[in-house]
Nanobody, 124 residues
């Protein structure tokens, strides 16, 4: 049974930084596409960043240059470093694991397992 547990969310002022972590139990992160999604109130869940099994990454245009996704396969943990945060980054952030090795960055239908979410709030 796969479990994904996020941590690291919180409240920051615009321009600040946060790093989210996601520990995965039951399955490794090394051989599957992993991703971060976010959902703001009243909006659909959207892909933020993904990392394929080969380490290649994709980012939503809105976060390119500000967010960095990475993984540590030794401890089965996924990270999202967020810098230069903006109020529009405010959302619940979800860790996600795909049954496939790539291509999970912007399609919720390609996700097999979700974390419970961690709230990120950015004030102006």
């Amino acid at each position: 049974q796969v479990q994904l547990v996020e941590s690291g969310g919180g409240s920051v002022q615009a321009g600040g930084s946060l790093t989210l972590s996601c520990t995965v139990s039951g399955r490794a992160v090394s051989n599957r596409c992993m991703a971060w999604f976010r959902q703001a109130p009243g909006k659909e869940r959207e892909g933020v960043a993904s990392i394929n099994s080969d380490g290649t990454t994709t980012y939503a245009d809105s976060v390119k240059g500000r967010f960095t996704i990475s993984k540590d396969t030794a401890v089965d943990t996924l990270y999202l470093q967020m810098t230069s945060l903006k109020p529009e980054d405010t959302a619940m952030y979800y860790c996600a694991r795909s049954p496939w090795s790539q291509g999970c960055g912007n399609d919720v239908k390609r996700i097999g397992n979700w974390g419970q979410g961690t709230q990120v709030t950015v004030s102006s």
